[in-house]
């Protein structure tokens, strides 16, 4: 198997440190993704690797292993257990070093010759069985998807998989599906999936924890005598009543409009709305008399 640069791929040093490394992956990530290129098989191709490398080099450990094993870096425990048995039993062992700048020649003859298979085919040891490796994913949706329970289809390691997005996931949330990863070795179990949710920024709601905030425009004959109007929610338009006397950045709350709490079916947090009196512009002279005539009451 080629060796795999997944620094050369992110497109960072060796030397990244973490945010370097994740902010790298979101560019190529959006670059890449699926959504935006549907017909082009080559980027689909690149955001498969792209996610590769990021499952790698944004874990701690995976990287340490990474840096010490290259490819086989999921097998490094197992290497270091095997390393330590054959040095227990025989004292002509020696030191197996791996340069990650190896195109090839690396550890699969050696694994091989140690769970299982040599080079002639002969079976000298009982298989031993690893667990597959997991798989990380970035699934970007709007505040609007993420406001209803939807279904979407993801594409990992050129694998299709449908999900089921329950309402009111939040922004960076991690769901994990078992046995989406990559597949065990000797018949060991399938990795893991861990999805992460990007939830963007909405033009007009904010979201904290589960409670939506927004503005309203309203006329100044409407904050001052009173009246109704129809403003939007990101379940449908509602009506209210502006109280007469209604000052500029007045706060109102309307209980059960704000986001779906997460896995609790039927349950809301709150819309707070906050009121911006919309002062006239243009005016005729004789509006500008009916205002001088009531500056003088």
């Known amino acids: 198997m080629a060796f795999i640069d997944y620094y050369k791929t992110l497109g960072v040093n060796k030397t990244a440190a973490e945010d370097e490394i994740k902010k790298a992956y979101r560019k190529l990530a959006r670059k890449y993704h699926p959504d935006l290129n549907p017909k082009d ?3 689909n191709k690149k955001f498969q690797q792209i996610n590769e490398a990021n499952e790698v080099l944004s874990n701690a450990e995976k990287r340490k292993k990474y840096d010490a094993y290259g490819e086989n870096w999921q097998h ?10 054959q040095q227990n039993s025989s004292p002509d062992w020696g030191e197996y070093t791996y340069s990650n700048t190896q195109q090839e020649g690396n550890f699969s003859d050696f694994f091989e010759s140690l769970f299982g298979h040599s080079s002639s085919g002969r079976s000298n040891r009982t298989k031993n069985k690893f667990r597959g490796n997991d798989y990380n994913a970035e699934l970007h949706l709007s505040l609007r998807e993420a406001y209803q329970t939807h279904k979407q289809t993801i594409t990992v390691n050129g694998k299709n998989i449908r999900i089921t997005i329950p309402a009111g996931v939040e922004n960076e949330q991690v769901i994990k599906l078992k046995g989406y990863g990559s597949a065990g070795i000797n018949g060991g179990p ?11 920024d909405d033009a007009k709601f904010k979201r904290v924890n589960n409670d939506l905030y927004t ?10 005598l009173g009246g109704e109007i129809m403003i939007e929610t990101l379940s449908g338009k509602i009506k209210l009543k502006i109280n007469s006397g209604t000052q500029n950045d007045t706060r109102i709350r309307i209980k059960g409009k704000g986001f ?3 896995k609790k079916e039927g349950e809301f947090g ?3 709305i906050t009121y911006k009196v919309k002062l006239p ?10 205002f001088e005539e009531l500056s003088k009451l």
């Open 41 to 43: 098989t080559e980027a």
């Open 76 to 85: 490094a425990e197992a290497y270091e257990n095997a390393k330590k048995q």
């Open 190 to 200: 399938d990795g893991d999936l861990y999805i992460t949710f990007v939830i963007s």
């Open 215 to 224: 503005t309203e425009e309203i006329m100044l004959y409407a904050a001052v």
């Open 260 to 262: 779906p709490v997460y």
């Open 270 to 272: 709150d819309l707070y």
């Open 281 to 290: 512009v243009n005016l005729t002279p004789k509006q500008k008399d009916l």
